[in-house]
């Protein structure tokens, strides 16, 4: 191991990064057959990570994949390799994939379903300057899955279809793209949910648009309530979106950001709105409360 090497835990090893590897013949690499999460330790606190862990179960019973391991297990694994690597603050990727098969489908044929837990310093994903500046999107032409296919409720290792939407934004020149559902209904951005606000009334769209239930979403749903401010879950329309006073993301990796601009018109003055920047405010104060997560140390 070279010094200062990031150590990755791989069924029970803890292994130095370079080094850490999953056959040619997992099915999670062959057919994108697993689940994973995206989840952050801010100075020493496990930011949702009971929540996380909640839904990784839940995505890998819809997709009928045993975790060989109990919640309480994948908790202290979780915080076990956070430690080994001495970090306080952390973007941590959890991974479980079906495990190594033949080149068949048949799920039956992987013999073990293989965790993965990589930690790495976090990194300012789209930065400070994003959270002031905002960011501007376009609306893809590709459409959400469908809630009867691979459903982005399932946050599982299928992610073609964000990446699609992510690409067509980088050819655009943009920063990222919303999907719309199968009716033509707004349903989130390549990976992190969407707000609007209108008349001081916050918005975001239902699962039933087939949406990641983002856990820094709920968060954020709870802040509002909490400040006072209406906030309905609701089908949004593109129209609803180009004539929105305020329109922001969240996600795990990006926390909050203000969005600017959606396709050539500008959200509200074109500078991150008042709303926007309260919840923001709010969300740091959370972010590293102990009560709001599990403790490293
Ligand atoms: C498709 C998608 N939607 C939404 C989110 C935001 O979810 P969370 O706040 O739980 O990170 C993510 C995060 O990775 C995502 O991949």
Known sequence: MSRGEFLVYVDGEYIPRSQARVSVFDHGFLYGDGVFEGIRCYDGVVFKLVEHIDRLYESAKSIMLDVPMKKEEMVNTVLETIRKNGLRDAYI???????????????????????????????????????????????????RDRVDATSHQAKTLNYLNSILAKIEAINAGVDDAILLDDRGFVSEASAANLFIVKNSVISTPPQTAGILPGITRSVVIELAKKIGYRIEERDITPYELYTADEVFLTGTAAELVPVIEISKRKIGDGVPGPI?????????????????GVKVY
């Open 276 to 292: 926007t920047k309260k919840l923001i405010e709010e969300f740091d104060k959370v972010k590293r409360d102990p009560s709001y």
């Open 93 to 143: 990727r959890l991974i479980v994939t079906r495990g190594v098969g033949d080149l068949g489908l048949d799920p039956r044929k992987c013999s073990k379903p293989s965790i993965i837990i990589i930690v790495q310093p976090m990194e300012p994903l789209l930065g400070r300057e994003v959270r002031e500046k905002g960011v501007k999107l376009i609306i893809s032409s590709v459409r």
